[in-house]
Nanobody, 119 residues
């Protein structure tokens, strides 16, 4: 059974930083794109950043220059370094991976980690 587990969320003051991490466990044969999404209260879930297996990254305009996504294929992890946080970054952050397992290719999601930025 493949599972994704996030860590690193918390409460931080405006202008501060957090490093979010996500690890995949279970039997995986290959992992394609990894990404981070977020959902603020009353809003739809949105893509924050993604990274392909080849290392190509994509960022939401609102986080460009402040957030950095990285991955470690051997450890099956994806990280999100968040800097210069502001109140609009407050949300639940979800890890996402497109994984090949015994049941084929499919999207997997973590349960989410709360990031709260205080002004």
């Amino acid at each position: 059974q493949v599972q994704l587990v996030e860590s690193g969320g918390g409460l931080v003051q405006a202008g501060g930083s957090l490093r979010l991490s996500c690890a995949a466990s279970g039997s995986t044969f290959d992992i394609n794109t990894m990404g981070w999404y977020r959902q603020a209260p009353g809003k739809q879930r949105e893509l924050v950043a993604s990274i392909t297996s080849g290392g190509t990254t994509n960022y939401a305009d609102s986080v460009k220059g402040r957030f950095t996504i990285s991955r470690d294929n051997a450890k099956k992890t994806v990280n999100l370094q968040t800097n210069s946080l502001n109140s609009e970054d407050t949300a639940v952050y979800y890890c996402n991976m497109y994984i090949l397992s015994r049941t084929g290719w499919r999207d997997y999601w973590g349960r989410g980690t709360q990031v709260t930025v205080s002004s």
